[in-house]
């Protein structure tokens, strides 16, 4: 089809959903709608508004319910500023949990799941000339991860490769809860190794899993050995000068940690640390958020990763709304004799009630003066960070803006 004729089709390109758009744009290239659709990212809003005032196209947000706040800004902006009576379409982890409520917000069409399905069952639709107005589509689940593939010509970032979706546990807290997990296989691996190869892309690669040592395991706490270490092997061999696994995007749960798996990330990779998912280290939050695991894991784990020679990165959240100061004191009480003991360093976040978890719309329990100077002094000591200071804010702009959206009829 003629350039001139095709419809645009406007990606908004984001921190936080840098590594989304290639997949999504390589799904539109593998069923060749990118034939009747001119494919763009607008990386600021005054680049997506001004590729929207030339035509009526369609403009697709991803986000997470943290950048609510900055998404339904940008929207109430765009409405007044675009003319062209163009087509606000939502996906991602916010629109999955709450699609009604992302309607709310101004969208015409949000899709809850899997973009690479939810994505061309949109089109077709759109295609067909059907009402959109206040449509959701709920996409089917993606069978395998070979299905996707996070590389496109339309955009040059070539970001880590997703190779498990779904966790086996059901922490309340998070949106990966619940789903049965499927993983990429070595094969659509390799051959994603082989275009970074291809293109010269070898002097980093990494890798997005909820689990990392339950890359490939059919039940949980079972980690299929065999297959971490022929990713890793086999990533490695293609060259790749810095190979990191078992850290953000691939953190580890404390349960799953072994010497071999340990000795593996040793052997193939180039990290330093291991992050470790612990979340709080009081065993009653850990109970009541489901977490499947006790301190007493948490502290075995942290202690084979310092024996192994990496310096433990654990991530703790505070302000939990079952959360009691008793909690709190015991949880940094026990990240300081982390530090001390096993030179842990801790990432301290603060709680975000994410959509569709039981959590969402539940306030965070406040921190205390007592807590807040504890935390402050751990990170002049080098015990922790202070993430959860920009954590704390985001709650509190996500609060407010929610209960404006309520306040004006837009969240019912």
């Given at each position: 089809?003629?350039?001139?004729?095709?419809?645009?089709?406007?990606?908004?390109?984001?921190?936080?959903?840098?590594?989304?758009?290639?997949?999504?744009?390589?799904?539109?290239?593998?069923?060749?709608?990118?034939?009747?659709?001119?494919?763009?990212?607008?990386?600021?809003?005054?680049?997506?508004?001004?590729?929207?005032?030339?035509?009526?196209?369609?403009?697709?947000?991803?986000?997470?319910?943290?950048?609510?706040?900055?998404?339904?800004?940008?929207?109430?902006?765009?409405?007044?500023?675009?003319?062209?009576?163009?087509?606000?379409?939502?996906?991602?982890?916010?629109?999955?949990?709450?699609?009604d409520g992302t309607l709310e917000m101004g969208f015409d069409a949000a899709i809850s799941g899997d973009g690479e399905t939810g994505l061309p069952l949109f089109i077709r639709t759109f295609l067909d000339g059907t009402d959109l107005h206040?449509?959701?589509?709920?996409?089917?689940?993606?069978?395998?991860?070979?299905?996707?593939?996070?590389?496109?010509?339309?955009?040059?970032?070539?970001?880590?490769?997703?190779?498990?979706?779904?966790?086996?546990?059901?922490?309340?807290?998070?949106?990966?809860?619940?789903?049965?997990?499927?993983?990429?296989?070595?094969?659509?691996?390799?051959?994603?190794?082989?275009?970074?190869?291809?293109?010269?892309?070898?002097?980093?690669?990494?890798?997005?899993?909820?689990?990392?040592?339950?890359?490939?395991?059919?039940?949980?706490?079972?980690?299929?050995?065999?297959?971490?270490?022929?990713?890793?092997?086999?990533?490695?061999?293609?060259?790749?000068?810095?190979?990191?696994?078992?850290?953000?995007?691939?953190?580890?749960?404390?349960?799953?940690?072994?010497?071999?798996?340990?000795?593996?990330?040793?052997?193939?990779?180039?990290?330093?640390?291991?992050?470790?998912?612990?979340?709080?280290?009081?065993?009653?939050?850990?109970?009541?958020?489901?977490?499947?695991?006790?301190?007493?894991?948490?502290?075995?784990?942290?202690?084979?990763?310092?024996?192994?020679?990496?310096?433990?990165?654990?991530?703790?959240?505070?302000?939990?709304?079952?959360?009691?100061?008793?909690?709190?004191?015991?949880?940094?009480?026990?990240?300081?004799?982390?530090?001390?003991?096993?030179?842990?360093?801790?990432?301290?976040?603060?709680?975000?009630?994410?959509?569709?978890?039981?959590?969402?719309?539940?306030?965070?329990?406040?921190?205390?003066?007592?807590?807040?100077?504890?935390?402050?002094?751990?990170?002049?000591?080098?015990?922790?960070?202070?993430?959860?200071?920009?954590?704390?804010?985001?709650?509190?702009?996500?609060?407010?803006?929610?209960?404006?959206?309520?306040?004006?009829?837009?969240?019912?």
């Amino acid at each position: 089809m003629d350039s001139a004729k095709k419809i645009p089709f406007i990606f908004r390109v984001t921190r936080s959903n840098r590594f989304t758009i290639p997949v999504l744009l390589h799904t539109l290239e593998k069923d060749r709608w990118d034939k009747v659709f001119d494919l763009k990212t607008a990386d600021t809003f005054r680049d997506l508004v001004r590729a929207a005032e030339e035509k009526r196209a369609l403009i697709a947000y991803s986000f997470m319910t943290p950048h609510l706040p900055d998404v339904w800004r940008e929207i109430r902006r765009l409405k007044k500023t675009c003319k062209t009576g163009s087509l606000l379409i939502a996906g991602g982890p916010h629109p999955t949990g709450d699609p009604d409520g992302t309607l709310e917000m101004g969208f015409d069409a949000a899709i809850s799941g899997d973009g690479e399905t939810g994505l061309p069952l949109f089109i077709r639709t759109f295609l067909d000339g059907t009402d959109l107005h206040r449509r959701i589509f709920s996409a089917p689940n993606l069978s395998s991860l070979d299905e996707s593939f996070p590389i496109s010509r339309y955009d040059s970032l070539v970001p880590p490769l997703e190779i498990t979706r779904g966790c086996f546990y059901g922490c309340s807290f998070c949106q990966t809860r619940g789903r049965k997990p499927v993983h990429r296989s070595l094969e659509s691996i390799e051959r994603f190794l082989d275009e970074l190869a291809r293109k010269g892309f070898l002097f980093r690669a990494g890798f997005i899993c909820p689990s990392g040592f339950e890359y490939g395991s059919e039940k949980a706490g079972a980690p299929s050995n065999g297959k971490i270490e022929a990713l890793l092997s086999s990533s490695k061999s293609r060259g790749i000068r810095f190979l990191e696994y078992a850290i953000f995007p691939s953190e580890v749960r404390p349960n799953t940690v072994s010497h071999d798996l340990l000795k593996c990330v040793r052997k193939y990779c180039s990290n330093k640390k291991i992050t470790l998912g612990a979340q709080s280290a009081s065993d009653r939050i850990l109970k009541e958020e489901k977490r499947g695991h006790t301190f007493e894991a948490i502290e075995r784990a942290a202690a084979l990763i310092h024996e192994h020679g990496f310096r433990p990165q654990i991530d703790f959240i505070m302000g939990f709304p079952e959360e009691t100061e008793a909690d709190r004191m015991e949880t940094l009480r026990r990240m300081k004799h982390l530090g001390l003991r096993y030179r842990a360093w801790n990432q301290v976040h603060y709680f975000l009630p994410l959509a569709g978890t039981p959590q969402y719309r539940r306030s965070p329990s406040p921190l205390s003066d007592r807590t807040i100077r504890i935390l402050d002094g751990y990170a002049q000591n080098g015990y922790a960070n202070n993430w959860w200071r920009q954590g704390l804010e985001t709650a509190q702009r996500l609060a407010r803006i929610q209960k404006e959206l309520l306040e004006s009829g837009s969240i019912r």
